[in-house]
């Protein structure tokens, strides 16, 4: 006899907002937007919603996409008007649409999709600011740090992972119930997210916001520095500037290959198609500098080798300098010894400060002789 009943296949398992979000910035892969487009279907009421949003990222209607306009969001939206429909006839009452039925025509229309797109983001950004004043569970922190001259690989919640730089500060809260992760870097650090993590990632600085999207990425701000530094190496990131304390202006999706630099006023810069490699060297044990100003240098090789460099001469400390050293293996004399006759300058060090001075010694020492002249350093490990 023949079976008469059977189960009913698999329902998809409901998208998490940082799905949302990937599908919305076009960053899923092609089963995971199979999956959501699948959910999407049998839930009308929210693919209204999503695919509204994604049509007006798509064709471009406003100057950025929000990645924190999520799924959830909508839908207390949704609750407090008693529905989709009264949400559709609340974005569209201003432009006196007399019914749902000619408000759902209307969005079918580019300016009536931008302007009902445009209510729904705005709608959004009052429950993301009101959001977190009315959390009230506990979270889990903990703090990390390098040493000047240390590296180090941190496993963080859900799979992800960071290395971190010298004279590096990771502050790390992992909130339920949503088990939401946010990393606040002082330093420089390297961080991989799995392109299928379900829980949000964010990592913030000084001056910068970075929504993880799936992808391997660094972000660098030292206290000393006046702008946060963003690289991508695989994936997509969406970048916000901080203006006291605050998410500033628009938001710019990065992707590999690309570098956003965010300054003080909270506004993004954005460059394609850099050399990754120059930006990550330092997870290697090796310092990349393309036109660097000398200040800067010694800045950082201060950082690698735990010493205070000083400069008298303004002029040297402005000049561009291009120059890779591998601080995993030179030593600390070594690596100044190169670094004075490219220069034509001399070091004269007491304790852990060094100072540069212009010209050469009188009584030139040899590579060899020229280490006795410092005392070897911790560096990297060394």
Same mark, same amino acid.
Request: glycine share 6%.
């Given at each position: *006899?023949?079976?008469?009943?059977?189960?009913?296949? =698999?329902?998809?398992?409901?998208?998490?907002?940082?799905?949302? =979000?990937?599908?919305?910035?076009?960053?899923?892969?092609?089963?995971?937007?199979?999956?959501?487009?699948?959910?999407?279907?049998?839930?009308?009421?929210d693919a209204w919603a999503v695919r509204a949003v994604r049509a007006h990222v798509?064709?471009?209607?406003?100057?950025?996409?929000?990645?924190?306009?999520?799924?959830?969001?909508?839908?207390?939206? *949704?609750?407090?008007?008693?529905?989709?429909?009264?949400?559709?006839?609340?974005?569209?009452?201003?432009?006196?649409?007399?019914?749902?039925?000619?408000?759902?025509?209307?969005?079918?229309?580019?300016?009536?999709?931008?302007? !009902?797109?445009?209510?729904?983001?705005? !709608?959004?950004?009052?429950?993301? $600011?009101?959001?977190?004043?009315?959390?009230?569970?506990?979270?889990?922190?903990?703090?990390?740090?390098?040493?000047?001259?240390?590296?180090? &690989?941190?496993?963080?919640?859900?799979?992800?992972?960071?290395?971190?730089?010298?004279? +590096?500060?990771?502050? $790390?809260?992992?909130?339920?119930?949503?088990?939401?992760?946010?990393?606040?870097?002082?330093?420089?650090?390297?961080?991989?997210?799995?392109?299928?993590?379900?829980?949000?990632?964010?990592?913030? +600085?000084?001056?910068?916001?970075?929504?993880?999207?799936?992808?391997?990425?660094?972000?660098?701000?030292?206290?000393?520095?006046?702008?946060?530094? &963003?690289?991508?190496?695989?994936?997509?990131?969406?970048?916000?500037?901080?203006?006291?304390?605050?998410?500033?202006?628009? $938001?710019?999706?990065?992707?590999?290959?690309?570098?956003?630099?965010?300054?003080?006023?909270?506004?993004?810069?954005?460059?394609?198609?850099?050399?990754?490699?120059?930006?990550?060297?330092?997870?290697?044990?090796?310092?990349?500098?393309?036109?660097?100003?000398?200040?800067?240098?010694?800045?950082?090789?201060?950082?690698?080798?735990?010493?205070?460099?000083? *400069?008298?001469?303004?002029?040297?400390?402005?000049?561009?300098?291009?120059?890779?050293?591998? &601080?995993?293996?030179?030593?600390?004399?070594?690596?100044?010894?190169?670094?004075? =006759? *490219?220069?034509?300058?001399?070091?004269?060090?007491?304790?852990?400060?060094?100072?540069?001075?212009?010209?050469?010694?009188? &009584?030139?020492?040899?590579?060899?002789?020229?280490?006795?002249?410092?005392?070897?350093?911790?560096?990297?490990?060394?």
């Amino acid at each position: *006899m023949t079976n008469q009943f059977s189960s009913p296949p =698999d329902r998809p398992a409901e998208p998490t907002d940082l799905q949302i =979000d990937r599908y919305l910035a076009g960053a899923c892969d092609a089963i995971e937007r199979r999956e959501i487009e699948q959910w999407l279907r049998g839930n009308a009421s929210d693919a209204w919603a999503v695919r509204a949003v994604r049509a007006h990222v798509a064709r471009g209607l406003a100057e950025s996409y929000a990645p924190d306009a999520t799924l959830a969001r909508l839908r207390s939206r *949704m609750a407090l008007a008693g529905g989709a429909e009264p949400l559709r006839r609340s974005i569209f009452a201003s432009r006196g649409a007399a019914t749902a039925r000619s408000a759902t025509n209307q969005i079918q229309r580019r300016q009536g999709l931008a302007w !009902a797109v445009t209510a729904i983001v705005g !709608a959004v950004t009052v429950a993301l $600011v009101l959001g977190p004043t009315l959390r009230t569970h506990s979270s889990s922190q903990w703090t990390v740090s390098t040493k000047p001259g240390q590296r180090s &690989v941190v496993n963080l919640p859900h799979g992800a992972r960071a290395v971190l730089g010298p004279s +590096t500060t990771l502050r $790390v809260v992992a909130a339920p119930p949503t088990a939401a992760t946010t990393v606040t870097v002082t330093g420089e650090a390297l961080f991989t997210v799995s392109p299928h993590a379900r829980e949000p990632f964010t990592v913030q +600085t000084t001056h910068s916001i970075s929504r993880v999207l799936g992808t391997t990425f660094s972000v660098r701000q030292y206290v000393s520095e006046r702008v946060a530094r &963003v690289v991508v190496t695989d994936g997509r990131v969406a970048v916000q500037g901080i203006r006291n304390g605050r998410a500033q202006g628009s $938001v710019s999706v990065l992707s590999a290959r690309m570098l956003g630099v965010v300054d003080d006023s909270g506004y993004v810069r954005m460059t394609p198609r850099i050399d990754v490699d120059d930006y990550t060297a330092w997870t290697t044990g090796r310092l990349v500098f393309r036109d660097t100003p000398v200040r800067d240098v010694m800045t950082e090789l201060g950082r690698a080798y735990d010493v205070e460099f000083r *400069m008298s001469d303004s002029a040297l400390a402005r000049l561009p300098l291009t120059w890779t050293v591998r &601080v995993s293996s030179a030593t600390l004399p070594s690596a100044l010894e190169e670094l004075g =006759d *490219m220069l034509d300058v001399h070091f004269a060090k007491v304790g852990r400060v060094i100072t540069v001075v212009s010209g050469r010694p009188s &009584v030139r020492h040899t590579r060899s002789s020229s280490k006795s002249l410092f005392t070897p350093e911790s560096h990297y490990g060394r």
